[in-house]
């Protein structure tokens, strides 16, 4: 059964940074045959694409709202995605999400995604 779990989420001040991880509890789920996605949700609103990262590793894609500011990366050896984030603002306070997509190059569409963990908060305070 795949289980994913992230971690690193918590209170942080404008202008910090967390770094979040994600990784499958289980055995036998191999995240290199995945796209990942991370994903967030704040109160009363949709869940929407934050950043994206192929299969190898070779190609990452951004929601212009993070642009510059975050960085998905991927360690397949150990089965964990994770997201750098930096110079976070309040706005970017939210439950974040990872995600795994096995039928697209790279996981941007919340509608594909296979499997989701659980979410960790991230709070940003001015």
């Known amino acids: 059964q795949v289980q994913l779990v992230e971690s690193g989420g918590g209170l942080v001040q404008a202008g910090g940074s967390l770094r979040l991880s994600c990784a499958d509890s289980?055995?036998?789920?191999?995240?290199?045959?995945?796209?990942a996605g991370w994903f967030r949700q704040a109160p009363g609103k949709e869940r929407e694409f934050v950043a994206a990262i192929t299969r190898s590793g070779g190609a990452t894609y951004y929601a212009d709202s993070v642009k510059g500011r975050f960085t998905i990366s991927r360690d397949n050896a150990k089965n964990t995605v994770y997201l750098q984030m930096n110079s976070l603002k309040p706005e970017d306070t939210a439950v974040y999400y990872c995600?795994?997509?096995?039928?697209?190059?790279?996981?941007?569409?919340?509608?594909?995604?296979?499997?989701w963990g659980q979410g960790t908060q991230v709070t940003v305070s001015s």
């Open positions: 289980g055995r036998t789920f191999r995240f290199s045959n995945y796209a």
């Open positions: 995600g795994a997509d096995r039928s697209t190059r790279e996981a941007m569409d919340v509608s594909l995604i296979d499997y």
